[in-house]
C-alpha cells in the first residue's frame, strides 16, 4: 500500500501533477468531505448554511461525512458571541461540524478569538482554507 | 478498455482513493458537464442562472455539454408553477437542461411535485445533489 | 517525463477520462490557482472579490499563485470606467491578476472595450471561462 500510493505520488510528479501525499493517504473524496462557505452578512444565508450542514450530515450519517463551514468578509459576524444563529452554530459544533473563522477578516475587523462563539476554529485566511479543501479534494458549495 | 479501468480503479483503492467506476466509464468531465446552483429567492439571479445554462449550450453545442440547475432553500420557489421565470424554466427543460428541486426543501416548504412546473426533477437533496456532481467531476457554477 | 506524461494520458483516454496535457504538463493545482467569480450588481462584493485577490497572493507570494476574476452579469459594472472599485482593479491589474470580463454579457449590455478599464481581458463567455479553469484544476471562488 505504501509503496503503490510512492510510486502513484512519484508518477504524478514525474508528469508534473502536484499531488498531496496527504490527501492521498486520508482517501479525502468530494462525496465524503465538503466545505461551506459563508461570506454574506445576511442572517437568512446563516441559516441556509446550518441547515446545509445539518442536512448533508442526515443524508450521508453523522459519521461518513465531514463537514466545514468557513466565514469571511461580513460572514464573520456569523461566529460572533451576539450572532442571531449562535444556537445554530453552537449546535453545529456540537455534531462535529468544524466552523472557521478567516484570521484577516478578523484583524481587519478587530475581532479577537474572545468575540467568538466558544469552539469556533481560527483559520489564518478563508479563502485560503477554502483552496486548501478543494486541493484536498473536498466539494464545495456555497449558498 | 474494461480492464485498463478495473485497473485504474484498484490502483486507486490501494492507495486509499475513492474512485467512481461510474464517473470513469462515462467521462465526465468538468468542460462538458456542469451543475448551475440557485439557492437565492431573487428572480434576477433566477434568470441569471437561466441565461447561464443557454449560454454555456450555445457556447459548447447542445449536445455536448450536460447542464443542471439545482435549486433548493429560497431557490426552491424559481420552480413552482406561478414562478415569475417559469417560461424559461419550461424553455430550458425543452432544451435538455435537467432542472433538479431540492426534497428536502420541498419538504420544509410543504410544496408537493404537483406544485412545480412539468419536467422539473425532485432529488433526495440539493446540496447533495451538488456534491454528487462534483464528485463524478462536474464543474460548478452559482450565479 | 514527455514519456510519462504521454502513458498517462493515454491511459486515462483507454479509461474513457478526458484528461487535458496541457493542464497536466503546465501542473496547474487547486492550490496555486484560483478563479474568483463576480455576477453581482453590489460594489460591496465587487470589493470582497478584490480584498480576496490581494489576500491570496500575500498569503501565497504573488509569484507562486495564479489569480483570475471573471465578472459576469451584473458582476461587469464591476469592470467599466467609471466602476466605484476602478482604483481596486487597476491595482489589482498592477499584480498580475488577471482580469475577465465576460463578452456575452458585454454584447447584451452593449459595453465595448473600450468602456472598461484598461487591462481587463475580454474572454468569449464568463461561465465557459470558469468551466475550463476548473477543467484545469483551478480552484473556484464566489464571494
Not at 501525499?21 to 486520508?26: I, R
Not at 468530494?30 to 446563516?46: A, R
Not at 474572545?114 to 485566511?125: H, N
Request: positive net charge.
Amino acid at each position: 500500500m505504501k509503496q503503490v500510493l510512492a510510486a502513484l505520488v512519484m508518477l504524478a510528479g514525474l508528469a508534473g501533477i502536484a499531488v498531496s501525499p496527504a490527501a492521498l493517504a486520508a482517501g479525502k473524496t468530494s462525496m465524503s468531505h465538503i466545505v461551506i462557505q459563508v461570506s454574506d452578512g445576511d442572517p437568512g444565508k446563516w441559516q441556509l448554511a446550518l441547515n446545509n450542514a445539518e442536512n448533508v450530515q442526515e443524508a450521508l450519517g453523522k459519521d461518513k461525512v465531514k463537514v466545514e463551514i468557513v466565514a469571511y468578509g461580513p460572514g464573520l459576524n456569523m461566529l460572533k458571541s451576539d450572532s442571531k444563529v449562535a444556537g445554530g452554530v453552537n449546535a453545529a459544533i456540537d455534531r462535529n461540524v468544524q466552523v472557521s473563522a478567516c484570521g484577516v477578516t478578523m484583524k481587519k475587523m478587530k475581532v479577537t478569538k474572545a468575540d467568538l462563539i466558544g469552539g469556533v476554529t481560527v483559520v489564518p485566511g478563508g479563502v485560503i482554507e477554502i483552496m486548501k479543501r478543494q486541493s484536498e479534494g473536498w466539494s464545495y458549495v456555497r449558498p
